[in-house]
């Protein structure tokens, strides 16, 4: 069994290639997949180079963790049934060629305790899940031993960041800022403010969360921070984060670390899309085909008006 993939054979250079698939076991599905979204923070970096190093790492690659498509077989071990429409968080079924994260294809064999079942009525958006369960992660506290405090300041107007906000708001807490500095990415808020913080004089937040990525961010947030306050570092980080001791001592800062999300975030954040709680409207803002993949991953990565980038794959079935 073969599959049509998007391979990252190393930083910069990615073709569309087709692959061997590893034969699915007992447990295992088999899936069609319909769309994939292209992430900006992880697959960023596998991109260009600057993931840090980790077990499994390596080139070529095959990207990918935000697919959704349809079950065309299941083992007799498998929890599920021909049809279904599942969201897939990536899968390593190439072979040699490695999958970081192996959603980016055209089929997939992947295990079927790792897919979770979507309504139909979500559409493409459902690539957005995995996006959603990451902010659902940080904001749930998961591991936390204290109660957690809700954002009342988010940095990064991002899709992570609408997202955090989104939740914020439909939880019935007070509207967060959220900050942003790119004007093209200001628009867009539902329920909360976006404003530049070089206009916000504001230095009582009491939960900080921050999704921008950015190594040198920490100095500037304690300025913001309330006595004891949290900041929540939701990004993804390449460098070394530092921060002045004294400021941070003299608000008694918390600086809590929030990790990659688990499958009960993904289950929770799926029943509040489903139901129409949590909306996944408006976020996916460009699409292209497979087979223009080159240019599609540098557009997503270097086009601040591309919220998320969509892969359509059902031409290549």
């Not at 599959?3 to 076991?25: D, K, N």
């Not at 390596?58 to 959704?68: A, I, Q, R």
């Not at 957005?128 to 957690?148: D, N």
Request: glycine letters at 10%.
């Amino acid at each position: 069994m073969q599959t049509m993939a998007i391979v990252l054979e190393q930083p910069e250079h990615i073709v569309f290639s087709r692959l061997e698939l590893t034969p699915p076991g007992d447990e295992d599905v088999v899936v069609d997949i319909d769309y994939s979204g292209i992430s900006t923070g992880t697959e960023k970096l596998l991109f260009n180079g600057r993931m840090p190093a980790f077990p499994g790492m390596g080139y070529p690659l095959v990207p990918g963790y935000e697919s959704v498509g349809r079950i065309v077989a299941a083992g007799p071990g498998s929890p599920h049934c021909v049809g279904e429409r599942v969201f897939v968080p990536g899968a390593r079924c190439y072979g040699e060629v490695r999958g970081l994260f192996g959603g980016a294809a055209s089929k997939i064999v992947v295990g079927g305790t790792r897919v979770v079942p979507v309504s139909e009525t979500l559409g493409e958006q459902a690539v957005l899940l995995a996006l959603a369960a990451t902010a659902y992660h940080a904001v749930s506290g998961a591991g936390k031993r204290t109660p957690i405090v809700p954002p009342d300041l988010i940095v990064g107007h991002g899709v992570l960041g609408r997202l955090l906000a989104r939740m914020t708001v439909v939880a019935g807490f007070t509207p967060p800022t959220v900050w942003e500095t790119n004007p093209t990415r200001a628009t867009g808020a539902q329920g909360y403010a976006v404003v530049d913080p070089a206009q916000d004089a504001r230095r009582d937040y009491r939960a900080i969360y921050d999704v921008s990525g950015d190594s040198q961010i920490l100095d500037h947030l304690v300025r913001h921070l309330a006595p004891g306050g949290e900041i929540v570092l939701a990004g993804f980080y390449t460098e070394a984060l530092h921060f002045n001791f004294a400021p941070a001592f003299m608000r008694e800062a918390q600086i809590r670390c929030a990790a990659e999300w688990q499958r009960p975030d993904l289950l929770a954040v799926t029943e509040l899309a489903e139901s129409g709680r949590l909306s996944l409207a408006d976020l996916i803002t460009h699409h292209d085909q497979p087979t223009h993949a080159d240019a599609a991953y540098r557009t997503a990565f270097g086009d601040p008006g591309c919220l998320k980038m969509v892969l359509d794959w059902r031409s290549c079935q």
